[in-house]
């Protein structure tokens, strides 16, 4: 089996809504097998062997309390024997062992499940966080593909079928075997009674073989349809203003409820192959059960076997029959958490496109020149976005990007920060090719303010503090003044300690991106790009924010990505993009007086604002 790819555990800690750490979580230990020819359970078992103490505690108490178990009918033949039959004993004695022998299977039985339950929930927390983990890793265009639906239900349904099934399977392997021992006892007993008893378990092993082969199919329609719903549910939610907006309710009801009756047809699809076998693996043991009282009830009857003994085989029969009545339960959960193993595996064997090359080195002392030569660039949908692509910018410049939509501005804030590679030519900082950097030292030194700007539901203290949790109260409120945000932060009921709603959406469109420039503002990037930061805001607060911009921006190389000629005035320089090229270079002055297409390109944006 290959080596886990971590060996040591990992700590992290969760921050409260308010600030914090509200606790810590020790994290997987391993990761699952990246040898895909393997099994999906061996893949998965790094993973349940990462918790062998509490896995193996839970397995060796559950085999004692079910061999405890196992010597319950043997005591009890023994006292009805020795008891009622000879009078060779006496009955408190008998009933004391019999008290005792249960008090223990129970006491093990107790701590076996909480072992278990324990190991179940770790290995649960271990895969979601290995999902999530990776998740983190993979690269845009992994995102620009996938439905988040689809990912909530791997990171929730899945697991939780693949957890119930490593944890629990084990202890129904351990019920067999127990069945072994129950059989032994049977042997022990009367051979022939024994045997006669085991007739119908072959007809049981061809039936579970059958119940698997069907369940797997419609195991994984199952799953798939459940991500189905959970995607539809996850784009009502978050797209509800549109959705009200067009008055588009009664479509999206309808949109849910053909998904959730494609669930239905499955779940009913599943439930009728459920009723077709498992009356078969929970009645051919009652089969045996019934040559057993025949049979036996005739040796009984003739002097041959005894009240005790037949007593104590019929329960032993019970034990032996408990692990093939739970055959079809193991077989769909089997069946189900294969189905589920596998579309997890389809998320975590996913390569990210953006890596670090080996030998990969941190940017340190970054003076922020930035150069873009013959770059060419084209999204996985095969749109060529940029194409020879050429501009140099001076460490502390600030130079405006302006064109037509779709001519590549954003595009080229995506490609500094590596969240997409180039299709052909180099990006560096400093004479430092972007693919031989550390993709953490690369981001931290290059700040992004989007025109969409998210928040999280936690406080606005915590959201400007995101890229640096121990800043300062001082910080981040000298953050806000410097983004114009202090302000209206103060006047709210709680002031920083204001928790805001699902993306910040109890804050207006300007407010959100106060915020967010504050939040980029207190990392203090040496290079810093603002996307249209300031679509959202009004001109008065967008001047405000500008003075307060202007000595943060000295010393300071900046991409301006601007629609507005008062975004334009914030740069030395503009670079006219068209067709995904430069193909003007000059100041704000020099490019009115000399190029057509600039005065049309800031016609354009003009027009479409009012």
Known sequence: MPVPLRSKATTQNFSNPLGGVRSSYEGPRVEISRDRTLSWWRRILPVIASHRFTFGTAIGLSFVSLVFQTLIPNLLNGAITNVLVRHSAALHVSVIEILLVGLAAGITGIISRQYVFQTAYNVEADLRTLIYEHLTWL??????????????????????????????????????????????????INLVLALIAMTVM???????????????????????????????????INGVRVIKSFAQEEAEINRLADAAERVAWAYIKDAQIRGQWSPWVQNLPQ????????????????????????????????MLQAPFMMLGQLVMMGQRAKASAERIFEVLDEKSEIQERPGAFD??????????????????????ILKDFTAHIEPGETVALVGR????????????????????????????????????????????????????????????????????MEAVMAAAVAANAHEFIAQLPEG?????????????????????????LLVNPPILILDDATSAIDV?????????????????????????????????????????????????????????????????TTSAEQ
């Open 405 to 472: 939509t779709g001519s590549g501005k954003s595009t080229v804030a995506r490609l500094v920060t590596r969240f997409y590679d180039v299709s052909d030519g180099a990006i560096e900082i400093d004479g430092h090719n972007l693919r031989d950097l550390t993709l953490t030292s690369l981001r931290s030194n290059v700040g992004v303010v989007l025109d969409e700007p998210f928040l999280f539901s936690i406080s606005i203290r915590d959201n400007i503090a995101y890229g640096q949790p121990e800043a300062s």
């Open 540 to 604: 008065h607060v967008e001047a405000e924010i500008y003075r307060a911009l202007r000595s943060l921006l000295k010393n300071r190389t900046t991409i301006v990505i601007a629609h507005r000629i008062s975004t334009i005035a914030l740069a030395s320089r503009v670079l006219l993009l068209e067709d995904g090229r430069v193909v003007a270079n000059g100041t704000h002055e020099q490019l009115l007086a000399t190029t057509p297409l600039y005065s049309q390109v800031l016609a354009q």
């Open 139 to 188: 690269s845009f265009s992994f995102y620009d593909r996938v439905q988040s639906g689809q990912l909530i239900s791997r990171a929730n349904s899945d697991i939780r079928s693949v957890q119930m099934y490593a944890t629990f399977a084990p202890l129904i392997v351990v019920q067999c075997f127990i069945g072994v021992i129950a059989f032994g006892f049977m042997l022990s």
């Open 363 to 384: 940017l340190d002392h970054v003076k922020g020149e930035l150069d873009f030569k013959n770059v060419n660039f084209a999204y996985s949908n095969g749109a060529e």
């Open 496 to 520: 920083y300690d204001t928790v805001v709603g699902e993306r910040g959406y109890t804050l207006s469109g300007g407010q959100r991106q106060r915020i967010a420039i504050a939040r980029t």
């Open 202 to 236: 072959p007809i049981l092993y061809v039936v579970g073989i059958k119940m698997r082969r069907v369940m797997f199919p419609i195991s994984w329609i199952t799953q798939a349809r459940l991500a189905d719903v959970a995607t539809i549910v996850d784009e009502n």
């Open 287 to 318: 089969l045996g059960l019934a040559l057993v009282l025949t049979f036996g009830g005739l040796m009984v009857i003739h002097g041959h076997l005894g009240v005790g003994a037949i007593l104590a085989f019929n329960a032993y029969l019970l």
